[in-house]
């Protein structure tokens, strides 16, 4: 599986627009890009996923760059309630075991 | 509504005891996972199955035990083998259909030893 980088934490002000960054420079031409998220002490939900274009959806943005080394999800108004441990994983979807990193801590502040 | 149900939600393990954690899903998914997380880190994979009566180890097997002789059900079995098994244990299914999609998580199990 390719290997993703994500900063350990990260602070955003409410009702700003909030992005996480992800490195995955190994990534494979067949890999989507995942985000998940999850709150303290809950499971994991599932947020979005890409191949190479751009998605959205009613929860948040993705933009995967040309080259596909990197990603950034983007939450466009940040609410107390998306303060989560948010994890970029990177897969090709099929039979295989899914792993997850350390994500990043996003703290949304009054 | 469907869903992934983990039970019980805290379970406490005596010493050479061992201990099964429950997963069941009605979400006719074919794929189900165990992963275990210990606070503050992320999530590290223990056992996956792919399809009834089939399973195979993750990253961090040994110590654990499971079993898929339903769709629905994947437990898990935590052995008196695993020396440190304090930790936050959560189930997932996702579907297979041509390709896998999005992972279902269970609301998890937080596993203490007394």
């Known amino acids: 599986d390719a290997k993703t980088t994500q900063p350990p934490s990260m602070d955003c002000a409410e009702g700003r627009a909030a992005n996480l960054p992800c490195n995955h420079s190994?990534?494979?031409?067949?890999?989507?890009v995942y985000w998940y998220r999850q709150i303290h002490s809950q499971g994991p939900q599932y947020i979005i996923h890409?191949?190479?274009n751009n998605e959205t959806n009613e929860m948040a943005s993705l933009i995967i760059t040309e080259d596909r080394k990197s990603s950034t999800l983007i939450l466009p108004h940040a609410t107390l309630r998306d303060t989560a441990v948010y994890y970029c994983?990177?897969?090709?979807?099929?039979?295989?075991?899914?792993?997850f990193g350390t994500g990043t801590k996003l703290q949304v502040i009054p | 509504d469907g869903g992934i149900t983990q039970s019980p939600k805290y379970l406490f393990r005596k010493e050479g005891q061992n201990v099964t954690l429950s997963c069941e899903q009605n979400?006719?998914?074919?794929?189900m996972y165990w992963y275990r997380q210990d606070p503050g880190q992320g999530l590290r994979l223990i056992y996956y199955?792919?399809?009834?009566?089939?399973?195979q180890k993750g990253d961090i097997a040994e110590g654990y035990s499971v079993s898929r002789e339903k769709k629905e059900s994947f437990p898990l079995t935590v052995t008196s083998a695993q020396k440190n098994p304090t930790a936050f244990y959560l189930c997932?299914?996702?579907?297979?259909?041509?390709?896998?999609?999005?992972?279902?998580f269970g609301s998890g199990t937080q596993l203490s030893v007394l």
């Open positions: 997932a299914s996702s579907t297979m259909t041509g390709r896998r999609e999005k992972l279902f």
């Open positions: 199955s792919q399809i009834v009566n089939d399973f």
């Open positions: 994983i990177v897969e090709t979807g099929g039979y295989q075991k899914v792993t």
């Open positions: 890409g191949l190479k």
């Open positions: 979400l006719n998914h074919d794929a």
């Open positions: 190994t990534i494979s031409g067949n890999e989507y």
